[in-house]
């Protein structure tokens, strides 16, 4: 157990409305990570940070932005969401450097 | 761009069989190399990781080998049990704590009784 949690675990949000993900870890990582996953596609990272309120863009940043206030959380923002966000997204802390990543059990949002 | 390239993405082995799932990188740099393998509805698990300092490293039943000159790794799963039906992603990065993991799209694995 890495001291992971998401929250929500699930969640079906309409078109348009904003949505937040968070990521609460209990054992003060520095590195912390968002993941979304879709078939055929594996692990896209969305948003990574390296500490208090310092975040930079992953691969697949388009549509979200993260905040890092409190070094045990990091919070995902989809500010309008889109059917094209409809994933699983997953938390992630690094340990050791941040090249060995633990992840939490994963976030379910559907956007009708 | 920097890639791991997985193969397959599917792969059916009996009981007892032997599983192989193999990846393929681009970037030298890379010198970490771990594996994780995810059940439905959970997160993906750290399975075994492998520095290019070594050619094999074994836990158990699951082996990682390592051929730097290729450029590639592959994970041998021994002895397969139903049990390890999963989806099994390989990964790789740098050194350092600015470097990102760099995943591969994914194998799922089922192993019939």
């Known amino acids: 157990d890495a001291g992971i949690t998401q929250s929500p675990r699930h969640k079906v949000t309409e078109t348009g409305t904003p949505v937040t993900l968070r990521c609460h870890q209990t054992?003060?990582?520095?590195?912390m990570y968002w993941y979304r996953q879709d078939p055929g596609h594996g692990l896209r990272l969305i948003h990574y940070?390296?500490?208090?309120?310092?975040?930079d863009k992953g691969e697949v940043s388009d549509g979200y932005s993260v905040s890092r206030s409190k070094t045990e959380d990091f919070l995902l923002t989809l500010e309008s969401a889109t059917s094209s966000q409809t994933s699983v997204y997953f938390c992630?802390?690094?340990?050791?450097?941040?090249?060995?990543?633990?992840f939490g059990e994963g976030s379910w949002l559907t956007v009708v | 761009q920097q890639q791991v390239k997985q193969s397959p993405q599917s792969l059916i082995v009996q009981k007892g069989g032997i599983s192989i799932i193999n990846c393929a990188y681009e970037?030298?740099?890379?010198?970490?190399f771990p594996w994780y393998q995810q059940f439905p509805g959970k997160g993906p698990a750290l399975l075994i990781a492998?520095?290019?300092?070594?050619s094999e490293k074994k836990e158990g039943r699951f082996t990682i080998s390592f051929n730097k000159s290729a450029k590639q790794f592959s994970l041998h799963i021994m002895d397969s049990q139903p049990g390890d039906s999963a989806t099994y992603f390989c990964?790789?990065?740098?050194?350092?704590?600015?470097?990102?993991?760099?995943f591969g799209k994914g194998t799922k694995l089922t192993v019939n009784p």
């Open positions: 992630a802390i690094g340990v050791r450097s941040g090249n060995t990543i633990y």
């Open positions: 054992e003060n990582h520095r590195y």
């Open positions: 940070s390296y500490g208090v309120k310092d975040t």
């Open positions: 970037n030298t740099a890379f010198d970490y």
């Open positions: 492998i520095r290019p300092d070594v």
């Open positions: 990964a790789a990065s740098g050194s350092g704590g600015s470097e990102k993991l760099v």
